[in-house]
């Protein structure tokens, strides 16, 4: 009883802490600049800890890594850490990703990840680390844009210490929740990620048409 109440209560924190970021307006100039104030490594943790994409994608990879081996857990970890310092590092010293549509690519990766948790999608090893990989170069190129006048390395840093962070809590209380009810609210979850990547999805179709 009272592991199934912690669960409940790890669960609980999550939704909570999802529906927060659903809440928090889309990152602007101003904030870019209003983060930087804080230094270069916590500009880059604050930056991705309030951006709804790239926590939604984080979440949903934590979900869908949670149906697979455990032993995958600290592996999947390990290479978004990397990949988020890779993309972070290099949009910022060789701006690349710029005129990219990067938010749409991270609103697919949302959609993937959120899929394939919500139908319990068992994979091999190999897709698993693409995805992580994938998205974690995406989420740190798309970052770059705010390292501009402080460092670059620091600020990389920061962003693929905050994603490991969320991935580890993220997967902590994935894990928690191995019962069947547990199992079932874990597909919830990764449904309503995957429902939020298609909204981010027709709102970065819908301003790049606007654009043009």
Same mark, same amino acid.
């Given at each position: 009883?009272?592991?199934?109440?912690?669960?409940r &209560?790890?669960?609980?924190?999550?939704?909570?802490? #999802?529906?927060?970021?659903? $809440?928090?307006?889309p990152?602007?100039?101003?904030?870019h600049?209003?983060?930087?104030?804080?230094?270069?490594?916590?500009?880059?943790?604050?930056?991705?800890?309030?951006s709804?994409?790239?926590l939604?994608?984080?979440?949903?990879?934590?979900?869908w890594?949670?149906?697979?081996?455990?032993?995958?857990?600290?592996?999947?970890?390990?290479?978004?850490?990397?990949?988020?310092?890779?993309?972070?590092?290099?949009?910022?010293?060789?701006?690349?990703g710029?005129?990219?549509?990067?938010?749409?690519?991270?609103?697919?990766?949302?959609?993937?990840?959120?899929?394939?948790?919500?139908?319990? #999608?068992?994979?091999?090893?190999?897709? #698993?680390?693409?995805?992580?990989?994938?998205?974690?170069?995406? $989420?740190?190129?798309?970052?770059? &844009?705010?390292?501009?006048?402080?460092?670059?390395?620091?600020?990389?840093?920061?962003?693929?210490?905050?994603?490991?962070?969320?991935?580890?809590?993220?997967?902590?209380?994935?894990r928690?929740?191995?019962?069947?009810?547990?199992?079932?609210?874990?597909?919830?979850?990764?449904?309503?990620?995957?429902?939020?990547?298609?909204?981010?999805?027709?709102?970065?179709?819908?301003?790049?048409?606007?654009?043009?």
């Amino acid at each position: 009883m009272l592991g199934r109440n912690r669960a409940r &209560d790890a669960f609980e924190t999550g939704a909570i802490a #999802l529906l927060v970021a659903i $809440c928090l307006p889309p990152t602007t100039a101003d904030a870019h600049t209003a983060l930087q104030g804080m230094g270069s490594l916590w500009s880059g943790v604050a930056h991705l800890l309030t951006s709804l994409d790239q926590l939604a994608f984080l979440l949903g990879l934590a979900i869908w890594t949670s149906f697979q081996d455990i032993r995958l857990d600290a592996i999947i970890i390990r290479v978004a850490f990397l990949a988020v310092l890779a993309g972070a590092w290099v949009g910022a010293e060789f701006a690349f990703g710029a005129g990219l549509n990067l938010l749409a690519a991270g609103a697919g990766l949302m959609m993937l990840v959120g899929l394939a948790g919500a139908a319990a #999608l068992r994979v091999g090893t190999l897709p #698993l680390l693409g995805v992580a990989l994938i998205g974690g170069l995406v $989420c740190g190129t798309t970052n770059a &844009d705010a390292a501009s006048g402080i460092s670059a390395a620091l600020f990389s840093l920061g962003g693929s210490i905050a994603a490991a962070s969320v991935l580890s809590y993220g997967l902590l209380a994935a894990r928690r929740l191995e019962s069947n009810w547990g199992s079932i609210a874990r597909r919830a979850g990764a449904s309503w990620i995957a429902a939020i990547g298609l909204i981010v999805l027709a709102f970065s179709i819908s301003r790049n048409a606007g654009q043009s």
